[in-house]
């Protein structure tokens, strides 16, 4: 699976849009995007995933380059709940492989 | 509907004693992950289970882990002869793998050994 980077933290004030940049550059043409958060104390919770166009749910948006080569995921409007850890993570679908945690972009939504 | 859910939620027990975590995967899910996070960590991939069979103990730390899973359902991670080094919280997740890859977790058992 493709390595990902992503700045180590980021701050967003509360009822702002929190975009959290993540790079792939050597991700495959069969290899997903996907993003998972973990809030303190917690089991890491799923966000969104997708391929290569832009994806948005109920959680967030999700923004693929096309050359795929970096995302990003926006939070439209950070709560002081969304302080978390979020993982950027590219992985092949339906190989049975885990899922290969970095270290992540620490989020602190500030008051 | 319900989620991964594990037990104990917290474990404490002595240096040298045996512990047993289990996970609940969410119903219907084929796939089964087992993962640790040590204090400050990133996690750390155990075990994956497919049905009952484990073709993946790439991950297991030692021969003091082992992990079954029966039933299709839930699994329990046992781990003999408990060091220090294994406090950590270990991760159940589960997927329900032929339509969805996407994994789901459990909230985690911190097991602390002393």
């Known amino acids: 699976d493709a390595k990902t980077t992503q700045p180590p933290s980021m701050d967003c004030a509360e009822g702002r849009a929190a975009n959290l940049p993540c790079n792939h550059s050597t991700i495959s043409g069969n290899e997903y995007v996907y993003w998972y958060r973990q809030i303190h104390s917690q089991g890491p919770q799923y966000i969104i995933h997708g391929l290569k166009n832009n994806e948005t749910n109920e959680m967030a948006s999700l923004i693929i380059t096309e050359d795929r080569k970096s995302s990003t995921l926006i939070l439209p409007h950070a709560t002081l709940r969304d302080t978390a850890v979020y993982y950027c993570i590219v992985r092949v679908e339906y190989t049975g492989n885990q899922f290969y945690f970095g270290t992540g972009t620490s989020l602190t939504v500030i008051p | 509907g319900a989620g991964v859910s594990q037990s104990p939620s917290n474990k404490v027990t002595e240096k040298g004693k045996d512990v047993e975590l289990r996970c609940d995967p969410i119903?219907?899910?084929?796939?089964l992950y087992w993962y640790r996070q040590s204090l400050g960590q990133g996690l750390e991939f155990l075990i994956y289970?497919?049905?009952?069979?484990?073709?993946?103990k790439s991950g297991l730390p030692s021969d003091r882990f082992s992990a079954e899973r029966t039933g299709g359902s839930v699994s329990t991670l046992t781990i003999q002869r408990t060091q220090q080094e294994d406090s950590a919280v270990y991760l159940c997740a589960s997927s329900l793998y032929r339509r969805t890859d996407t994994q789901y977790f459990g909230p985690g058992t911190r097991l602390t050994v002393l």
């Open positions: 289970f497919q049905g009952n069979s484990a073709p993946d």
């Open positions: 119903s219907g899910h084929t796939a």
